[in-house]
């Protein structure tokens, strides 16, 4: 019996699956291999996979925003649980092309749900964002805010799944858990990710774009304490039992915020980012753009509270090793 992942060539995706496969745990990983950035990453994350797990890993290429096609590849599958962590992600690119996010994150979700559901599972753990709290100008954010008002369509299509996985809780007593992620950062990250950008083009001698003019603050989360959370709600699935989980919900359904506990200034992320690169950075202020927020700050009291989570990676230690895996892995 095996945990299926989606977007298993992603980044969070391909090192929760090596987490779970590393433990003996055999895995399902799906993913449609798009081409929204580099597509070779992509294929180096699977190969590690592939490589290091040959009896335990199975990969099968799928976009699962095709219903009739993942409900086929699956049909001889048995899976105990699902992690769900395909998307369309990036807040900038959802205004360019909102259809994408609407097929994989809307169509897609639903998809998901009903394998969960038809297939009866123990527990599907998804992916949230910390964007589904907009504006909110009250810090840290916490699960129970009001987060009705998201200011990027990507932030409204998580705050959407949200939503519909609640009534799949409620309708068919599925137990869920939703992670908000808070800036996901680490070896085998996104080329689309502030850190990528700043030190592809400090290690270029170019300019780096800062927005806002430097005025922001991240919540930056280390991957290996992501995968850590990921991990222990998959193995805690909500009870069934009436009372108030985290979120709100009475049904078998949770909402976490996953970060670092810790507002981050950008300003330092660049100094850090400097001094593991050995180059001082050029920097091009420019002003906050379309979608964004000036600072996030995660309130992890109900994860911590509820599974003893804490991470345990600071900035100061996880942003060399990011650069270290930069380089290593352009063969710099």
């Not at 003893?308 to 900035?315: D, R, V, Y």
């Given at each position: 019996m095996s945990v299926l992942v989606t977007g298993v060539a992603g980044f969070i995706g391909?090192?929760?699956?090596h987490r779970l496969l590393a433990r003996g745990t055999p895995v399902i990983g799906i993913d449609d291999l798009n081409d929204y950035y580099d597509v070779t990453l992509k294929e180096a994350r699977l190969a590690r996979l592939q490589e290091t797990y040959p009896d335990l890993f199975r990969f099968i290429r799928l976009d699962f925003a095709d219903d009739a096609r993942i409900d086929a590849a699956l049909a001889d599958v048995d899976i105990t649980a699902v992690v769900h962590l395909g998307a369309q992600a990036g807040v900038r690119y959802s205004i360019e092309n909102p259809r994408a996010y609407v097929r994989a994150n809307l169509a897609g979700h639903v998809n998901l749900l009903e394998v969960a559901r038809h297939r009866g599972v123990a527990h599907m753990v998804y992916a949230s964002s910390s964007s589904v709290y907009g504006g909110n100008t009250q810090l840290p954010?916490?699960?129970e805010d009001r987060v009705d008002h998201p200011i990027s369509l990507y932030a409204a299509t998580k705050k959407a799944d949200e939503l519909m996985s609640e009534t799949y809780a409620h309708l068919y007593r599925l137990p869920l858990t939703g992670l908000r992620f808070f800036t996901v950062y680490g070896p085998w990250g996104r080329p689309d990710m502030a850190m990528w950008l700043f030190t592809k083009a400090i290690l270029e001698g170019r300019p780096i774009n800062v927005f806002n003019h430097g005025n922001m603050r991240r919540d930056f989360t280390y991957i290996d304490d992501i995968v850590t959370g990921i991990v222990a709600c998959l193995d805690n699935p909500p009870p069934d039992d009436g009372e108030i989980k985290a979120g709100g919900s009475r049904g078998p359904h949770r909402l976490y915020n996953i970060g670092n506990n810790r507002s981050e200034e950008l300003g330092r992320m660049i100094e850090l980012i400097e001094e593991a690169c050995g180059v001082k950075a050029e920097r091009n202020m420019l002003p906050m753009q379309a979608g964004d927020v000036p600072e996030t700050y995660a309130d992890i009291s109900a994860i911590a509270s509820d599974l003893?989570?804490?991470?345990?990676?600071?900035?100061n230690v996880g942003i060399p090793r990011f650069v270290e895996w930069y380089r290593t892995y352009h063969g710099l």
């Open positions: 391909s090192h929760v699956a954010f916490r699960v003893g989570f804490q991470p345990t990676t600071s900035i």
